[in-house]
């Protein structure tokens, strides 16, 4: 059997929505740009896709949804944009972030660094996530950017948006939020929030890949990364990716449908995963379920590492995924391990199991079986472990 855990890193694209793809890649194929009728017989569908998209955000229709190739180079160009809008000869020079976000954030903000950017990275508490006091100790009047993540790409753990953003307002600060963990898993209202950017990619809820988008409130002014046509109302230029859009538009309505699916189907096997999983000796889930998205499990089981259990887990057709990487003779420990305290042995541990609405109870009764032969077989084998009663609360 082959079983899909690692739906956190990418998902299978719905046939729906491939369904509604193809044609526009061999039938309907032309520039949607160009005066003539290959090009113009585009446009249906790609205005019905744009609504999708404002309609599954709730974004207002004065607010921009500009279309990207991922959330990577959305997040990007809010950091870009704001150095080069807010910052690059301004009074301000400051941006605050979490230690916890993705790579893509992290990197783009250690760039700034270089070019004279003061930033934060705010500390997760033992959950993995940001307390609110926190923040407001270190806004200031040189602050120009919150950029902090609605959901965690490894543990799943809900940040509070809601709170976040309205400290932002209240000390004018613009705030942005990678939503790419939140979208599609739980419902997102802008309308309700004062978010002024917000990354996503379609790829993470059932749509193709190379292809994302950012909302932008209030049509707030951010200097393009990319110069060239007038693509996108000048703001993105590039040929627009016409499949792709009509997917990710496509992807988001179905998502939003089955989010009652998502919250109580997907939930129930992911916590019936989980209960087995803790049924083991040793190990440790990071934070509480109800505090999580409904599809995402971060688990470290003492004496294993976890690149050891994921090729365990892959010798058997499940994938899974860990925040540990080998490199060469050095194992790098995950990132988010160490931020809420894990000790160092339990750094290597971590894996991942992330699930998506396509998940079978099939599968779950499969992943537990070999899960369970995986611990025993490599603890067999493992010079670190030994049995301690106590573990769990002697070690985090």
């Known amino acids: 059997m082959r079983v899909y855990l690692d739906n956190n890193a990418t998902t299978i694209v719905d046939p729906k929505v491939f369904a509604q793809m193809e044609p526009y890649f061999v039938q309907m194929y032309g520039n949607p740009n160009s005066l003539h009728d290959f090009g113009s017989e585009t446009h249906p569908a790609l205005r019905k896709a744009m609504d999708q998209l404002y309609c599954g955000l709730n974004a207002d229709d004065k607010d921009d949804i500009v279309i990207t190739s991922c959330a990577t180079e959305s997040n990007n160009w809010v950091l870009k944009g704001v150095y080069y809008d807010h910052i690059l000869g301004k009074d301000k020079d400051h941006i605050i972030t979490s230690e916890v976000e993705h790579p893509a954030i992290i990197s783009t903000c250690k760039f700034l660094e270089t070019l004279g950017v003061k930033v934060t990275y705010l500390p997760v508490n033992e959950k993995g996530i940001i307390e609110t006091h926190t923040l407001k100790n270190f806004i200031t009047e040189k602050t120009a950017l919150v950029t902090i993540m609605w959901a965690n790409n490894e543990t799943g753990m809900l940040f509070p948006i809601e709170e976040i953003s309205k400290i932002c307002k209240e000390t004018g600060v613009l705030f942005h939020s990678d939503a790419v963990q939140a979208v599609g898993k739980i419902p997102i209202d802008l309308k309700k929030l004062d978010i002024d950017f917000l990354?996503?990619?379609?790829?993470?809820?059932?749509?193709?890949?190379?292809?994302?988008?950012?909302?932008?409130?209030?049509?707030?002014?951010?200097?393009?990364?990319?110069?060239?046509?007038?693509?996108?109302?000048?703001?993105?230029?590039?040929?627009?990716?016409?499949?792709?859009?009509?997917?990710?538009?496509?992807?988001?309505?179905?998502?939003?449908?089955?989010?009652?699916?998502?919250?109580?189907n997907v939930r129930k096997l992911r916590d019936k995963l989980e209960d087995e999983v803790l049924k083991l000796d040793?190990?440790?889930?990071?934070?509480?379920?109800?505090?999580?998205?409904?599809?995402?499990?971060?688990?470290?089981?003492?004496?294993?590492?976890?690149e050891a259990m994921l090729w365990d887990l892959n010798k058997n057709g499940i994938a899974a995924s860990t925040g540990s990487a080998c490199a060469s003779e050095d194992l790098e420990s995950n990132p988010v391990m160490e931020a809420i305290g894990a000790e160092a042995d339990l750094a290597h541990t971590a894996l991942r199991l992330s699930l998506s609405r396509f998940t079978t109870q099939e599968e779950i009764d499969y992943t537990v079986v070999i899960l369970n032969d995986a611990v025993k077989r490599l603890r067999a084998i493992s010079s670190t472990y030994s049995y301690a009663p106590d573990w769990h609360d002697s070690k985090l």
């Open 199 to 264: 990354s996503f990619s379609a790829h993470k809820f059932h749509g193709p890949k190379g292809i994302g988008g950012l909302y932008i409130k209030d049509s707030q002014p951010l200097t393009p990364l990319f110069h060239g046509g007038e693509h996108m109302g000048g703001r993105r230029s590039g040929t627009l990716d016409v499949p792709g859009i009509i997917g990710m538009g496509e992807a988001l309505e179905l998502a939003v449908h089955n989010l009652d699916f998502e919250n109580n």
């Open 282 to 306: 040793d190990v440790f889930v990071v934070g509480s379920r109800d505090e999580r998205t409904p599809n995402t499990i971060l688990v470290s089981v003492k004496g294993i590492e976890g």
